[in-house]
């Protein structure tokens, strides 16, 4: 029996994925998340950005989660982005290996899927800078072989071959809201290399700008970063709240995506 395709695998998960609305009043014009009414930007990538010596400023969620209670039985009970949340973490983190390993390969048909169809629009958002090579944000916790992301990304068929190991957690701590140049260190060889940098969940965004920041400091270009579930907490603010009820009024599907 071949394997399923990542249509077929995404296309019976398209109630667990929110959409992400494309930037404009009420929505960050860096992460897509919800600013302070007002300002075009939100508090954390103002603060996240300010941090380093080269933000990335183009970031592109495939889809919007929440952080919620795992589920007890059934997990297509879970609404949207509560269930994508609870795969983010439970890939990495689970104790059944076969869990693991059902997770890593959903997240993986989804960032397959999401790239064939929406990889142009990065392109064009990136003013034709084209990637050659993908990497990804370096897990904050010490784990004995290689992140998870990287093994998802390794099932990735057009993603696998040109996958760069670049970045090492560097001297300097990030966490929540503290980005920092030497938060990671660079160990490979990224001269002249244009890189779409991912990572799977995106709260504040401090890593991953320490993370493009060190890669550009390193010689690389890093057109755009690529996140799988971008964190919104509707019970944060009121645009936040307006943001997540907007976002779930609205059916997910893989023709349309942040850029458009």
């Known amino acids: 029996m071949s394997p ?10 398209l109630r667990t994925y929110t959409p992400v609305p494309p930037v404009g009043p009420g929505v960050c014009a860096v992460c897509h998340g919800a600013p302070t009414l007002g300002f075009d ?3 954390s990538c103002e603060e996240a950005m300010g941090q380093v010596t080269h933000p ?3 970031i592109v969620p495939i889809s919007l989660t929440r952080v919620d209670s795992p589920p007890t039985d059934d997990s297509t009970r879970f609404h949207g982005g509560q269930q994508l949340h609870y795969v983010l973490r439970q890939y990495k983190e689970d104790r059944d290996p076969d869990v693991r390993r059902q997770f890593s390969m959903q997240l993986a048909a989804l960032v397959a899927r999401f790239l064939r169809s929406h990889g142009r629009h990065i392109d064009a958002a990136a003013r034709g800078r084209m990637w050659d090579g993908v990497t990804t944000v370096p897990s904050s916790k010490a784990r004995v072989g290689r992140h998870p992301l990287v093994d998802v990304l390794h099932m990735v068929r057009a993603v696998q071959p040109i996958y760069i190991d670049a970045l090492a957690p560097g001297p300097v701590a990030t966490g929540h809201k503290t980005a920092d140049d030497n938060g990671f260190t660079v160990s490979a060889a990224v001269t002249g290399r244009s890189v ?3 990572d799977d969940t995106f709260t504040s965004g401090a ?3 320490s993370a493009a920041s060190a890669l550009q400091l390193g010689g690389a270009d890093v057109v755009a970063a690529l996140v799988i579930g971008r964190v919104i907490t509707p019970e944060f603010s009121s645009t936040a709240k307006e943001l997540w009820e907007k976002a779930t009024a609205t059916p997910f599907t893989f023709d349309r995506c942040c850029l458009e």
């Open 41 to 43: 930007v939100c508090y």
């Open 4 to 13: 399923p395709t990542a249509e077929e695998v995404t296309d019976r998960l």
């Open 207 to 209: 890593r991953l700008q």
């Open 196 to 198: 779409l940098l991912v």
């Open 56 to 58: 990335v400023r183009l």
